[in-house]
């Protein structure tokens, strides 16, 4: 089966994706960064996946995680951990 893709959508002045990005690395998730300061017209497909405004939105495969928030939520409740040895075995 295809690995999951997991696709983070950002800007560049943003600390809020520095922060995410950092998390999913700190768990070894390898992600598809969409910067939509280089790729502006890339915005509206992030909000129509999203119905989001803001950024970062991280998606895992088409399922929607959220921003920041709610990817530090799931690495508090141990979530995202678990998914991430999901992703890693294949
Ligand atoms: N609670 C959000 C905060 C995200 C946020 O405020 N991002 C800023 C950039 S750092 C943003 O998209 N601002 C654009 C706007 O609010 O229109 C999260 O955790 O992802």
């Known amino acids: 089966m295809a690995r999951v893709r997991v696709t983070v959508y950002t800007m560049t002045a943003c600390p809020y994706c520095a922060a ?3 998390l999913l690395r700190s768990r070894g998730v390898p992600f598809e960064e969409v910067n939509l300061d280089e790729h502006p017209e890339r915005w509206a497909e992030c909000e129509a996946r999203s119905g989001r405004e803001t950024v970062p939105q991280i998606f895992w495969g088409e399922k929607h995680l959220g921003g920041c928030d709610d990817l530090s ?15 890693a075995k294949g």
């Open 20 to 22: 995410a990005k950092k």
């Open 73 to 87: 939520a799931l690495e508090k409740s141990g979530e995202l951990k678990r998914m991430a040895a999901e992703l």
